[in-house]
Antibody, heavy 121, light 107 residues
Framework: EVQLLESGGGLVQPGGSLRLSCVASGFTFSSYAMTWVRQAPGKGLEWVSAIRSGTDNTYYADSVKGRFTISRDNSENTLYLQMNSLRAEDTAVYYC??????????????WGRGTLVTVSS | EIVMTQSPATLSVSPGERATLSCRASQSVSSNLAWYQQKPGQAPRLLIYGASTRATGIPARFSGSGSGTEFTLTISSLQSEDVAVYYCQQYKNWPLTFGQGTKVEIK
């Protein structure tokens, strides 16, 4: 079955760190770019970060640049998001998603179920 | 950053009637526009890409149109299972940006 499964969310204090994981199955993970998108409670979708199939091309939203790091382990079919210096406004459900096409046009046809990150003291 | 603006915020439509959702970009995105459907408690689902191409498995009652800065998602005959929030997303430039969403409900 083609799927993405996120994990690693939880409650963290402001200023703390968390690492999210997204395990892919059912497709050739190493061939696809990947992305993280988040959704604050009751709010809309916000793109966070993306990484091409090779690991040297990464992209970030200004809101997370310098605090979050996207990476991937193609041998483990896993995407990561290292989140440092967390703020209350980072509270959201974090989704990983896969572009539809190998040569990415950055729209996404496969999404995980999401993992909730809550930043609060 | 390209700002995506959706209207209306909420759309109430009778079953079987047409629903028309709008998305405007602050600058041209050509046809680099996707639409997603999100039901409560679920992840988004891709409906349309390239402004007008239906994704795999999407019913024909969903159609997209437009280019440049003005886009439309049309549900030709609203079904109860279409109750959801719909988002547009541009992928012309970084950062990728989404509209704020249009909530579609049954009248």
């Amino acid at each position: 079955e083609v799927q993405l499964l996120e994990s690693g969310g939880g409650l963290v204090q402001p200023g703390g760190s968390l690492r999210l994981s997204c395990v892919a199955s059912g497709f050739t993970f190493s061939s696809y770019a990947m992305t993280w998108v988040r959704q604050a409670p009751g709010k809309g979708l916000e793109w966070v970060s993306a990484i091409r199939s090779g690991t040297d091309n990464t992209y970030y939203a200004d809101s997370v640049k310098g605090r979050f790091t996207i990476s991937r382990d193609n041998s483990e079919n896993t995407l990561y998001l290292q989140m440092n210096s967390l703020r209350a406004e980072d509270t959201a459900v974090y989704y990983c998603a896969k572009p539809q096409q190998l040569v990415p046009s950055w729209f996404f046809d496969l999404w995980g179920r999401g993992t909730l990150v809550t930043v609060s003291s | 950053e390209i700002v995506m603006t959706q209207s209306p915020a909420t759309l109430s439509v009778s079953p079987g009637e047409r629903a028309t959702l709008s998305c405007r970009a602050s600058q041209s995105v050509s046809s680099n526009l996707a639409w997603y459907q999100q039901k409560p408690g679920q992840a988004p689902r891709l409906l349309i890409y390239g402004a007008s191409t239906r994704a795999t498995g999407i019913p024909a009652r969903f159609s997209g149109s437009g280019s440049g800065t003005e886009f439309t998602l049309t549900i030709s005959s609203l079904q109860s299972e279409d109750v959801a929030v719909y988002y547009c997303q541009q992928y012309k430039n970084w950062p990728l940006t989404f509209g704020q969403g249009t909530k579609v409900e049954i009248k």
